[in-house]
């Protein structure tokens, strides 16, 4: 079945560059999304990437799909404190009519002054 | 643009009870789907909707159940509350079947 795999903790200092890393096994998922989630929120869509492209970059994000290899990542340039929260990588099925997104444990960026 | 709205935000219920969590979309969207996120098992697919009707379900119990209005807003219930249907019920919509889902800010169960 599908399962996306993401590593639970990142933490780095104010300024710096963050990474967050996904994997995925489902090798027909269409869409790949990166939502961020503040404490006591919902799910805030950051940005997401279609599967025919490599990279996406929207202001100081920038999506990698490496799709040989199953992997997803999201470069937070120049990292703010405001960017602390959890990261959830999600995958949209493709084989059915819908809208399902299957999504990962979530990273928890903990960004210090 | 108005978001996705979820009402109540809040909710404490009693073992045994039943409950019912509405969601209205963004404006024009037509399709609605229902997660629900907990420590243990993360975000988990529940259900979703499409032009009042549904189009997927997730692997829950049939304590689970949902419909869509006409207006798309969409409700789900969850019957003989159990203390593991503790969970903040989050509810997305999109346009149709296209990628962008947005998320309202959830309902918190609490079941004692």
């Known amino acids: 079945g599908e399962d996306v795999e993401q590593s639970l903790f990142l933490s780095v200092r104010e300024g710096d560059s963050s990474v967050i890393n996904c994997t995925y096994t489902?090798?027909?998922?269409?869409?790949l999304y990166w939502y961020k989630q503040e404490p006591g929120a919902g799910l805030q869509l950051l940005t997401y990437?279609?599967?025919?492209?490599d990279m996406k970059q929207d202001q100081r994000l920038t999506v990698l799909l490496n799709k040989k290899d199953k992997h997803l990542s999201l470069r937070i340039a120049d990292t703010q404190t405001g960017d602390s929260a959890i990261y959830f990588c999600?995958?949209?099925?493709?084989?059915?009519?819908?809208?399902?997104?299957?999504f990962g444990q979530g990273t928890t960026l903990q960004v210090k002054p | 643009k108005a978001g996705v709205t979820q009402t109540p935000r809040y909710l404490i219920k009693t073992r045994g009870q039943q409950v019912t969590l509405s969601c209205s979309p963004i404006?024009?969207?037509?399709?609605v789907s229902w997660y629900q996120q907990t420590p243990g098992q993360g975000l988990q697919f529940l259900f979703e909707?499409?032009?009042?009707?549904?189009?997927n379900k997730g692997n829950f119990p049939g304590r689970f159940s949902g419909r869509q209005f006409s207006n798309s807003r969409s409700e789900m219930n969850v019957s003989t509350l159990e203390l593991g249907d503790s969970a903040l019920y989050l509810c997305?919509?999109?346009?149709?079947?296209?990628?962008?889902?947005?998320f309202g800010p959830g309902t918190r169960l609490t079941v004692t």
């Open positions: 997305a919509s999109s346009r149709d079947q296209t990628y962008e889902q947005y």
């Open positions: 489902d090798s027909s998922s269409t869409y």
């Open positions: 990437i279609f599967s025919n492209m």
């Open positions: 999600a995958e949209k099925e493709d084989y059915s009519n819908t809208g399902k997104l299957i």
């Open positions: 404006s024009g969207h037509r399709s």
């Open positions: 909707y499409f032009s009042e009707t549904q189009r």
